[in-house]
């Protein structure tokens, strides 16, 4: 939040488009890697230590929408088509699968949680550590 009160946008998924456009313009394969909880939408059976990577490359997903809000495709998993839907909240980094360049970010889903599994009484449930990322060539 600005000094005066007023929220100011987040850059991050300005920097998610430019990131894609940068892998996409240089022969790169864009990939993201996503903290998973229950406002993912992704295949759970891919999913380690709360994370997972996904393609985002013109050849692995269709009808790509890297939205302000939202990071949403089509792609298949195992052969079997799967809608994914990813609040920007949760990704945290896009990179180049070739050579490891783009960039991470801190997961900021917190600020956002969904209201459906809040509950009240939050006291009691123990913290998860913040997950770790890596980047595997």
Same mark, same amino acid.
């Given at each position: 939040?600005?000094?005066?009160?007023?929220?100011?946008?987040?850059?991050?998924?300005?920097?998610? &488009?430019?990131?894609?456009?940068?892998?996409?313009?240089?022969?790169?394969?864009?990939?993201?890697?996503?903290?998973?909880?229950?406002?993912?939408?992704?295949?759970?059976?891919?999913?380690?230590?709360? +994370?997972?990577?996904?393609?985002?490359?013109?050849?692995?997903?269709?009808?790509?929408?890297?939205?302000? +809000?939202?990071?949403?495709?089509?792609? &298949?998993?195992?052969?079997?088509?799967?809608?994914?839907?990813?609040?920007? /909240?949760?990704?945290?980094?896009?990179?180049?699968? +070739?050579?490891?360049?783009?960039?991470?970010?801190?997961?900021?889903?917190?600020?956002?949680?969904?209201?459906? /599994?809040?509950?009240?009484?939050?006291?009691? /449930?123990?913290?998860?550590?913040?997950?770790?990322? /890596?980047?595997?060539?």
């Amino acid at each position: 939040m600005a000094a005066d009160g007023i929220s100011i946008p987040s850059t991050k998924p300005y920097l998610i &488009r430019a990131l894609h456009e940068w892998c996409s313009d240089n022969g790169f394969t864009p990939f993201i890697a996503v903290f998973v909880d229950g406002r993912v939408e992704v295949p759970m059976e891919f999913v380690k230590n709360d +994370e997972i990577v996904l393609n985002l490359s013109s050849e692995a997903c269709h009808q790509l929408d890297l939205g302000n +809000e939202w990071v949403s495709f089509q792609a &298949r998993f195992g052969g079997v088509p799967k809608r994914v839907m990813v609040p920007v /909240t949760h990704v945290l980094a896009i990179y180049a699968r +070739e050579n490891g360049q783009g960039m991470s970010f801190p997961f900021d889903g917190a600020k956002n949680p969904d209201p459906s /599994t809040t509950s009240e009484d939050t006291s009691d /449930t123990p913290k998860k550590p913040r997950p770790a990322l /890596t980047i595997v060539k």
